[in-house]
């Protein structure tokens, strides 16, 4: 069983900056896939990153493309979403999820294992 903690969110204003990061629990986090989604409010769980377990392919929605950067570090067992730009529409809670098969860096949502609670990004204008 794997437990991942988000943290990082917060308020900020549009045109700021927020880390999240993403603690994982377990001695096999280097071996999976790792993903940040996002849900606002009405709206269905989006896919925003995805990294894979080295690190060496690294897919991004198009609606963060240059302004998010997603990153590992599997000494610490965290995985870091980078958000710049910020823009209202990035208001969201934003989950982290795991694929322990390590295959593909899916984007979707149904592929991934464990979740974590989610920490909320507030953008405001």
């Known amino acids: 069983q794997v437990q991942l903690v988000e943290s990082g969110g917060g308020l900020v204003q549009a045109g700021g900056s927020l880390r999240l990061s993403c603690a994982a629990s377990g001695r096999t986090f280097s071996s999976y896939v790792m993903g940040w989604f996002r849900q606002a409010p009405g709206k269905e769980r989006e896919f925003v990153a995805v990294i894979s377990w080295n690190g060496g392919r690294l897919y991004y929605a198009d609606s963060v493309k240059g302004r998010f950067t997603i990153s590992r570090d599997n000494a610490k067992n965290t995985v870091y979403l980078q958000m710049s730009s910020l823009k209202p529409e990035d208001t969201a809670v934003y989950y982290c999820?795991?694929?322990?098969?390590?295959?593909?860096?899916?984007?979707?949502?149904?592929?991934?294992?464990?979740w974590g609670q989610g920490t909320q990004v507030t953008v405001s204008s």
């Open positions: 999820a795991a694929d322990r098969t390590g295959i593909s860096a899916s984007r979707l949502w149904e592929q991934y294992d464990y």
